[in-house]
């Protein structure tokens, strides 16, 4: 079955809603998120210990959700917090290209088309 705006138009109301409650917790993470550069957690095969792995990645996703907050609901904050996490992802930038994580992190097209997804910016 496709989607309309028959059978989405409905919902808008309750999604604005929801969306203008929840910023600006996604702004706080957002900023955390640039500020500290949490990593997951990348769980070996038995016998080894877990460690820190993934930073760049995941801030992608976070970047992507605040690119899909409409514009009327854009306020300082999140400039600010849209600015935060582009920057971080700028200084990570190894020429047009980015790891999973940014320590020492293997430059792939993979992780790089993620980011690019969120960055939009080739070029640099």
Known sequence: MLLTTDHV???LPAVTEALQR???ALLALARQAAATLPTMTALP???EEPYAYGDLVPLSFVLLALEAVPAALRGPDWWVARAELRQVLAEHRQQSLWAFHSAGGLVTSVDSAFILRAVGDVAG
């Open 22 to 24: 929840e910023l600006p």
């Open 9 to 11: 138009a409905p919902a």
């Open 45 to 47: 095969p038995p016998g």
